[in-house]
């Protein structure tokens, strides 16, 4: 079991923006220190809800202080960025880093970034199969033309190449994993073989149901069963640790809704329609019922049973609900030292 940290570098009330990157960061390093597989970045834009615009720009940060913690985006959103660009990035981040980088990529939301960065509502609704495949051939093979809809241009020749690694030898260039909501996001995911990132707004049930679903169009695309049954996928979730459950419970209770009312609030929609808002207090207590949130124990066992139930052994822990920095560097170290070893 792999268990990584879920970075949002959330602006909880009250807080600057340079107080919630340097928590994020520092909550990146001593997730090193204390033993964790990865980091997975989020990636916002025009909101307190996530204060990283550019997850790739943070992963390059990360990589360079850190030795032997992966670093993925959780995610790049496709439709707000030309997809040779991420790719070029990702090629970049991969090589210098000795293959520690992951690539998450999203679909993101029908938000006002698309009005900002000048794509347009088309590249959410209906371009993102497009942006993933030309993201995918740029990174498997040594020249790319594109003949697209949104993407058309001559051949030219990918520099660097993701596969030449340091020292002659090929590899098979970074990780790339699709963040999954919809049927339709996980048939084109299991179509192509790519792990799914499956959100902490769903529990166990659900996410065993789109494991199953990426299964059977995996295998209706002509996947192999070895390819299938150790497909990486990563769970995201919430961790807190406390000597008692109620007390790990208390501290997002008291945190996360004025966070959540503040970010989700600030979300605009490029063409005006409504959106339904969760209530911030009913998700957080959601959030405490889906995950690991209470003594180590209780986390332990959490996780163990979230991967029996839906087969998923990497996950992606927002550890950082406190909205405190020394509680968020004090829960990611237990995390490390107390939970971790029963995991095994």
Partial sequence: MRVGSFVLAAQFPG??????????????????????????????????????????TLAALLLGRTRRIHIGTAVSVLPTVHPVALGEQ?????????????????????????????????A????????????????????????????AFREVAVVPRPQEALGGQDDDGPEVVVACTSPSSV???????????????VGDVEKAE????????????????????????????????????????????????????????AHVTVDGRKRAMRDPLAYTELLCGLHPVG??????????ATSERTGITRFA??????????ATEENVRRLGAEVLPQLG
């Fill in 210 to 265: 789109m494991v199953a679903l990426w299964n059977r169009h995996a295998r209706a695309a002509g996947h192999t069963p070895e390819e299938i049954a150790t497909a990486p996928h990563v769970s995201a979730g919430v961790a807190q640790i406390a000597d008692r459950r109620l007390e790990a419970a208390e501290v997002l209770q008291k945190a996360m809704p004025g966070w959540l009312k503040q970010g989700l609030d």
């Fill in 15 to 56: 807080q600057g923006q340079g107080e919630a990157l340097h928590r994020a960061v520092r909550s990146a390093e001593v997730a090193e220190e204390a033993g964790l597989d990865a980091v997975w970045l989020a990636e916002h834009h025009f909101v307190p809800y996530g204060t990283c615009p550019s997850a790739v």
């Fill in 295 to 304: 003594t180590p124990q209780m986390c332990a066992d959490r996780l163990a």
């Fill in 317 to 326: 822990l927002l550890v950082e609900g406190s909205g405190d920095l020394t």
């Fill in 124 to 151: 959410y609704e209906k371009g993102f199969p497009e942006s993933l495949d030309l993201l995918l051939k740029w990174l498997r093979e040594p020249r790319v033309e594109s003949t697209g809809d949104r993407f």
């Fill in 90 to 122: 990702a090629a970049l981040l991969h090589l210098t880093s000795g293959g520690r980088f992951s690539l998450g990529v999203g679909r993101g939301g029908p938000w006002v970034d698309l009005e900002v960065f000048g794509s347009g509502l088309d």
């Fill in 187 to 201: 048939r084109l995911a299991a179509q192509r073989g790519l792990p799914m990132l499956l959100g902490m707004h």
